[in-house]
C-alpha cells in the first residue's frame, strides 16, 4: 500500500476522518475538491503542487496592464532611500568612485535575487512570496520555515527609515535644530498619524497615499533634470573641482575604503532602495530594475556635481535638501523641495504601513500569533486594525530606542542582515529543488551562475562583520560596528525559540496538539484536543438511486454525461506511482480515444482512493495511515472557469489552437477490486439545473482553486451500477466546451447501502484527462 509522498504532506497530519454522508445528495458548503481532495478519510490537506485546480486566483484577477504593473513596481521600489542613503555610502566607502559602483553592483545583486524570485514565482504560482518558496522547500521540521518568515515579517516589519526621513527633510524645510527630540517626536507623529487613517479612514488613507506617490516619482525626474541643468549651465569658478573627480581617474577614487565590513553594510543601504522588484513577477521586473539602476546613478552623478564632497560626508540623510539648496537658493531649495521629499518619505510610509498591516492580518489569521483571531478582525472599520497595531510596536520601539542621529542606517542594516539569510535559504533551496523536484514546470529558469553567485556572496555578507573597519575598532555614532549582526542574529534566534515554544513546548505542557482547521476559512494551525476540527457542515436528503445493470449500455457521455465502459487493464496492484504513469496512462489514453472519438488525450493526474488500514492509528494523527476513502459530498470537480484554465496551464503554448477547438476533461473512474461498499453515484446531467450549482472556492495553504457543490433538489436523477468490477470503468463528464444542448457536467458522489458497513471497504482509481475534440466547432 502506497503512502503520501513527503511533498504531498500537509502542514499538519490530520487526526480524524471525515464523517461520511449517508444518502446519495449532499451539499457541500466549504467545498470538496475531487482533485486530491482534502475530505478524505483522514481529512489531509494536501501540499502538493500538482493540485492546481486553477494555477492562480484572486479576488481582482489577472486584469493589471503592464503599464499598470510597471508604474506599481517602479514607485514601490523609489522611495527614500535615493533621497537619504547616498551620503552615508559615501561617508562610509571614501570615494565617488567606489559609491557609484555599488550602485550598479547593487542592481546586478538584484537581478540575481529577482532571477531566483522569478524561477519561483513561476514554479509556485501563489500569493505569498518568500513564505510559500520557503515553506514549500523545507518541510521539516513543520512550521519553523513559515514561523521564521513571520517572525521577521513582524519583528522587522518597520517603517521607521521612512519616518526619520520625514522628520529629518521637515525639521530641515522649517529651519528648525534637529534635536534628538525632535526628530524622534515628529517620527513617532507621523507613524500615530498614519496608523489611525489606516486603521478609521481606509479610503481616505489609500487616496492619500497614492498621490503621495506620484510626488515621489514626479521628485526624482525633477532631481535627474535640475542636476543636468546646473552642471550644464550653472557658472562655476575656476576653483571648482566638481567636474573634475569624474575626469580624473585619481579624483574619482580617492579616499576609497575596501574594507569588506563597510562595503557589506553599504551594499546593505543599496539593496533598501532596490526593494520591492519582487511584487510583479514578470518581465515588468526587469524593465523596472533597469529603469531604477539608471534613474539612481544619474541622481548620484547630479549629487557629486553639485555639492561639495565635505559637505555630502558630513549630510548624513539631507543630501538631496543640500542638492536642492545649492541648485535653486534658500527659499524654492531649501523649503518648497525638501517639503516634497518629506511628503514623499510620509507617502512611503502610508504604503508600506498599509501593506504590512495587510500582511500582519495575515500571519495572525493563519494562526502564527497570540490572539490571532483578535488581530486578525477587520472590525470595526473594515480596516486591518490589529495589524496595524503589530506593525505600530516595533516601529515605535526602533525610532524611540537607538540614537537618534544614526538610527537610519542602523535600521537599514538590522534589515539587511536576516534577509541574506532568507536570500541563503531560497537560493539553496532553489538549486536543491532543480536536483529533487525536476519534475516542476518552470516557465522561467534562473542562470545557475546568478544563483551560485547569490549563494557566494550571501554568505560573504553574512561573514562581514568579522571585518573590522581599517581602524580596527569603528564604532558608528556610538554602536560598535557589529551591532546590527547581533541584532539580525537575535532575531532569527527569537524564531527559532517562538517555533519551539508554540509548536513543541506548550502543546506538550498543556497537552493538546495542533491541528489544521478548514472550516470555512484558509487552513491555518489550531489549538484543539477535539477530534471534530475537519468536519465540514453538509446537508443530508433521502435520494433514489437506481441500478443500471443490464441497462448500461443505454447512458452515454454526450446523452447523460456518463457512460459506462468494458476495458480490462493490465494493470491490476495500483501500489506504484511510477508504473501507474508509464503502463496505465498509454492504456487509459487509447480507451478514451475508443469511446469518445477524441484527437487527443492529456492525462493530467490521477488519484487512488483506499479506505484506511488502521482507523486507530488514523485517530491518532498518523497522516500515512489515511489514504484517500470516498468522497461523501456531491459535487464538480471543476467549475466551467477552472476547467478551461486546464488547458494553458498544462499545454502553455499550445492553448490557444486548442481553446478554439472542442475541450473535454472526463475522469476515468475503475475499481481495483469489486465494489462492495461505498459505490459511485453519478445523477443524470439534464437533471441538474445550473442554478443548482454552486462555485466553491477552495483555498489551501499555498494554492486556491474552483469546484462545484451542488444544491439539493428532489428531481435530481441518480444512477450506479452494483457489484461493479475491476473490468468496468465509469467515464464521468465533468467539463464540456461544446455549447449545442448535449450533456456538459456530472455531478457525482460515494454514498451508503444500508446493511454494507462490514463489508470491504472500497478501492478505486481516477484518472482525470483533457480530451481534444480539434476539429469540432465549439457551437
Not at 629 to 652: E, F
Request: glycine content about 8%; proline content about 5%; some cysteine.
Amino acid at each position: 500500500m502506497t503512502t503520501p509522498h513527503e511533498e504531498e504532506e500537509p502542514l499538519l497530519s490530520p487526526s480524524s476522518s471525515t464523517p461520511r454522508a449517508s444518502t446519495a445528495s449532499s451539499k457541500t458548503i466549504y467545498g470538496s475538491d475531487e482533485e486530491r481532495e482534502t475530505a478524505t478519510s483522514g481529512g489531509n490537506v494536501s501540499r502538493s503542487i500538482e493540485d492546481d485546480v486553477l494555477p492562480e486566483t484572486s479576488v481582482l484577477g489577472r486584469n493589471i496592464s503592464w503599464s499598470s504593473a510597471y508604474i506599481l513596481v517602479i514607485s514601490r521600489v523609489i522611495g527614500s532611500g535615493i533621497f537619504a542613503t547616498p551620503g552615508a555610502i559615501f561617508k562610509s566607502v571614501g570615494s565617488v568612485g567606489l559609491s557609484l559602483t555599488l550602485w550598479v553592483a547593487g542592481a546586478v545583486i538584484a537581478a540575481c535575487g529577482l532571477a531566483v524570485s522569478l524561477e519561483y514565482g513561476c514554479m509556485l504560482p501563489r500569493s505569498g512570496g518568500e513564505k510559500v518558496y520557503l515553506e514549500f522547500t523545507y518541510r521539516k521540521p513543520r512550521f519553523l520555515a513559515s514561523t521564521l518568515v513571520a517572525v521577521q515579517a513582524v519583528v522587522l516589519g518597520f517603517t521607521a527609515s521612512n519616518c526619520i526621513v520625514f522628520a529629518e527633510y521637515t525639521l530641515f524645510a522649517f529651519d528648525v535644530e534637529a534635536t534628538d527630540l525632535a526628530r524622534k517626536t515628529l517620527a513617532v507623529g507621523l507613524l500615530t498619524a498614519i496608523t489611525i487613517v489606516h486603521g478609521c479612514f481606509l479610503k481616505t488613507g489609500i487616496a492619500i497615499q497614492n498621490f503621495l506617490g506620484w510626488i515621489k516619482v514626479g521628485l526624482v525626474i525633477f532631481m535627474i533634470l535640475a542636476g543636468l541643468f546646473v552642471v550644464l549651465f550653472q557658472r562655476q569658478d575656476s576653483t571648482d573641482t566638481r567636474r573634475d573627480r569624474f575626469a580624473s581617474q585619481e579624483g574619482l577614487w580617492e579616499g576609497s575604503d575596501w574594507s569588506w565590513g563597510v562595503i557589506a553594510t553599504s551594499l546593505f543601504k543599496v539593496f533598501y532602495s532596490y526593494a520591492g522588484l519582487t511584487n510583479v513577477n514578470n518581465s515588468v521586473s526587469i524593465s523596472s530594475l533597469l529603469t531604477a539602476c539608471f534613474l539612481y546613478v544619474l541622481v548620484n552623478i547630479a549629487y557629486f556635481m553639485v555639492v561639495p564632497l565635505d559637505e555630502i560626508r558630513d549630510s548624513g540623510e539631507l543630501i538631496a535638501a543640500l542638492f536642492f539648496e545649492r541648485s535653486f537658493g534658500p527659499h524654492f531649495g531649501k523649503k518648497i523641495l525638501p517639503l516634497a521629499v518629506a511628503l514623499s518619505g510620509a507617502g512611503n510610509v502610508m504604503v508600506v504601513t498599509f501593506a504590512l498591516a495587510r500582511l500582519n492580518q495575515e500571519i495572525a489569521r493563519q494562526g502564527f500569533l497570540p490572539w490571532s483571531n483578535l488581530l486578525a478582525s477587520s472590525k470595526p472599520f473594515n480596516a486591518p486594525m490589529g495589524g496595524l497595531i503589530v506593525h505600530y510596536i516595533p516601529s515605535l520601539l526602533v525610532i524611540a530606542l537607538p540614537p537618534s542621529k544614526n538610527v537610519y542606517s542602523f535600521i537599514l542594516e538590522v534589515e539587511g542582515y536576516p534577509g541574506q539569510i532568507f536570500a541563503l535559504a531560497t537560493t539553496i533551496g532553489l538549486l536543491w529543488l532543480r536536483y529533487k523536484r525536476r519534475d516542476l514546470k518552470r516557465p522561467f529558469k534562473a542562470w545557475i551562475g546568478a544563483a551560485v553567485f547569490r549563494v557566494a556572496l550571501s554568505l560573504a555578507l553574512l561573514a562581514a562583520p568579522f571585518f573590522p573597519p581599517k581602524d580596527g575598532h569603528g564604532t558608528t555614532g556610538g554602536l560598535w560596528y557589529a551591532t546590527y549582526a547581533v541584532v539580525g542574529v537575535s532575531i532569527i534566534a527569537f524564531g527559532f525559540v517562538y517555533w519551539y515554544v508554540w509548536t513543541r513546548l506548550l502543546p506538550k505542557w498543556k497537552g493538546y496538539r495542533l491541528e489544521e482547521e478548514t472550516n470555512g476559512s484558509p487552513p491555518h494551525p489550531t489549538y484543539t484536543d477535539r477530534p471534530e476540527t475537519y468536519n465540514r457542515p453538509v446537508e443530508t436528503h433521502s435520494a433514489t438511486v437506481r441500478d443500471v445493470s443490464g441497462r448500461e449500455k443505454e447512458y452515454t457521455l454526450d446523452g447523460n454525461g456518463f457512460q459506462f465502459y468494458r476495458h480490462t487493464s493490465v494493470e491490476k496492484d495500483f501500489k506504484d506511482d511510477e508504473q501507474i504513469k508509464a503502463q496505465y496512462y498509454p492504456e487509459t489514453e487509447q480507451l478514451l480515444k475508443d469511446a469518445t472519438g477524441a484527437s487527443r488525450i492529456f492525462i493530467f493526474d490521477h488519484t487512488l482512493r483506499r479506505q484506511p488500514v488502521d482507523a486507530t492509528a488514523v485517530k491518532a494523527g498518523d497522516s500515512r495511515a489515511a489514504l484517500r476513502g470516498p468522497v461523501q459530498r456531491v459535487h464538480i470537480d471543476q467549475s466551467y472557469a477552472a476547467a478551461l484554465s486546464r488547458v494553458p496551464h498544462h499545454l502553455p503554448e499550445e492553448a490557444d489552437k486548442l481553446l478554439q477547438g472542442r475541450v473535454e476533461i472526463i475522469n476515468v473512474w475503475r475499481p481495483i477490486k469489486t465494489v462492495q461498499r461505498d459505490p459511485l453515484a453519478v445523477a443524470e446531467a439534464d437533471s441538474v439545473d445550473d442554478k443548482d450549482l454552486v462555485v466553491t472556492e477552495l483555498i489551501y495553504p499555498n494554492r486556491r482553486g474552483e469546484t462545484l457543490a451542488v444544491k439539493y433538489d428532489p428531481g435530481h436523477r441518480w444512477f450506479y451500477k452494483n457489484q461493479l468490477t475491476p473490468d468496468e470503468v465509469i467515464l464521468i463528464k465533468c467539463f464540456d466546451s461544446k455549447k449545442d444542448g448535449r450533456a456538459r457536467r456530472v455531478p457525482h458522489t460515494a454514498f451508503e447501502i444500508p446493511g454494507t458497513q462490514d463489508k470491504e471497504g472500497r478501492e478505486s482509481i481516477e484518472v482525470r484527462a483533457l480530451v481534444f475534440h480539434e476539429h469540432e466547432s465549439l457551437e
